[in-house]
């Protein structure tokens, strides 16, 4: 018996020594410009999130021990490619909004950044609720309020278009049919991201209607479909807040067999008038998921519909 | 001996009593309900199955308002771009809600509490105003709040779509 456990725990030490010789590189390619938000701002970001997304990671002692530095190198990377505060001159302010909002509701609505164990090993990095209220209070000061927009005056000219030209929408990469006639469907809610300026509209097909009628819709039946029409917010001479221009509109189409590998859910979405499938390859659908897997107890819907009760 | 079988019988039926059930009982409603359009059936029609045309939020009380169009005027629409051109007979309700922040994320606001829809209906000639608050009871318009309304639903127009 303790010939064996020996024999196991032989393989086992090597096996960790020889994983010791598998390191893949960590880029780091030279800041090309840094965040420039406050002081403050800049420290808290700096202490829980530089070392995943930015080009200053700093690895401890422990970080270098495979397995976890291969793990640590994935969230490097992966984390990088989401948002990366190195590059800060990659994006414009408009992207720089909507990437500090997204970050925020990591943070606060959902928690899951920074990430638990990174927490646990790096007690630095814990966002307290003080730290978190101040990211708060910067991000909301970044919303610039609703652009007046002149060019709605040629709305009207646009909507003459649009009825005499009707777009033939090819199908998504995952095979998904564009519907047209998601705009005859019942509106269920709508919604103001001021954190992208833009304006959403929620429609319901009969069966998701319906499930919403009965107060069942967590999770929706198959057959329920949920399409948002997206527009930039314009404003008119009033300032209040009109849909703009059109950018895109998305579907969620329930088959919990057809689609179970995508969590029940049929995921496509068109961009602009011209109607273009977004996506290059059929598993663009799982940019889908990642945004929508922070709900997934409310079926991976974020809208909240409203009842119409007689 | 005994006690040991009463005890696996006690345990198998409280584990076959926790497994079992409908599973359609578990399914769960997930709705806003401070935004629910209650006593709807008071409305002149049925928003549920009517056209939305328009879509804004008010600067000034930053409400969410939502423009549905009977039949008559969604019809004079597709002939009509603004939606200040109608057929006679045309009839159009303004939901308004509260905005609140949206709690599943920051950044974004939904409606919130429901508060009254006003009906906008055209005979030909003129418009004419009317207001149903939350609880389904008409009310009528002052001179102002009529003003109001006009200047807002000539302002709406149906949202650029494809």
């Known amino acids: 018996m303790m010939k064996k456990v020996k024999i196991i725990l032989g393989i086992g030490i090597s096996v960790f020594a020889l994983l010791q010789f598998y390191r893949p590189e960590i880029p780091m390619p030279p800041v090309t410009k840094d965040f420039d938000g406050p002081k403050e701002i800049k420290q808290i970001l700096r202490e829980s999130c530089y070392d995943c997304h930015s080009n200053e990671t700093q690895l401890k002692w422990f970080d270098q021990i495979n397995p976890a530095y291969t793990l640590v190198r994935e969230h490097v990377i992966k984390g990088r490619s989401f948002l990366n505060f190195s590059h800060w001159d990659s994006v414009n302010q408009n992207q720089r909004r909507i990437l500090l909002f997204d970050a925020l509701n990591t943070v606060k609505t959902f928690g899951t950044m920074p990430i638990h164990e990174y927490v646990l090993l790096h007690p630095r990095a814990e966002l307290t609720p003080g730290k978190i209220a101040l990211l708060e209070k910067y991000i909301l000061s970044l919303d610039t309020g609703v652009p007046y927009d002149s060019t709605r005056k040629h709305i009207t000219q646009d909507q003459k278009n649009n009825e005499s030209g009707k777009v033939k929408a090819t199908n998504a990469p995952n095979g998904i049919e564009f519907i047209p006639d998601y705009k005859n469907w019942r509106v269920i809610s709508t919604s103001e991201r001021f954190d992208h300026n833009s304006i959403r509209i929620i429609y319901a097909n009969e069966t998701a209607a319906r499930a919403i009628d009965q107060g069942k819709n967590i999770p929706y039946p198959d057959g329920a479909i949920l399409a948002k029409g997206v527009w930039e917010r314009a404003a008119d001479e009033s300032g209040n807040a009109l849909p703009g221009k059109f950018i895109h509109v998305e579907f969620m189409i329930k088959d919990s067999k057809k689609y179970a590998s995508t969590k029940g859910w049929g995921w496509a979405r068109w961009l602009g008038k011209d109607l273009k499938p977004f996506g290059k390859t059929k598993t663009f659908d799982n940019q889908c998921i990642s945004c929508h897997s922070p709900v997934r107890k409310t079926d991976f819907t974020f809208t909240m519909p409203f009842r119409v009760t007689p | ?162």
């Not at chain 2, 002052?142 to 200047?151: F, I, L, S, V, Y």
């Open chain 2, 1 to 162: 001996m005994e006690h040991m079988k009463y005890l696996i019988i006690s345990f198998t039926t409280l584990f076959i009593g926790s497994c079992s059930g409908d599973p359609k009982s578990s399914q769960k409603s997930y709705m806003n309900d401070q935004a629910e359009i209650a006593y709807a059936g008071v409305l002149p029609f049925d928003i549920r199955s009517a056209q939305l045309v328009g879509t804004m939020i008010t600067e000034d009380e930053r409400h969410a308002v939502l423009v549905w169009a009977d039949s008559i005027a969604y019809s004079a629409r597709v002939s009509h771009p603004r939606l200040t051109s109608p057929a006679a007979n045309s009839n159009w309700l303004l939901l308004h809600w509260k905005q609140t922040d949206d709690p599943v994320w920051i950044g974004a606001r939904i409606p919130g509490a429901y508060l009254y829809a006003d009906h906008v209906q055209y005979d030909g000639k003129r418009f004419f105003y009317l207001r149903y608050n939350s609880r389904g009871e008409r009310i009528d318009l002052t001179a102002d709040e009529e003003q109001k309304t006009a200047r807002l639903f000539s302002t709406i127009e149906y949202p650029d779509i494809p």
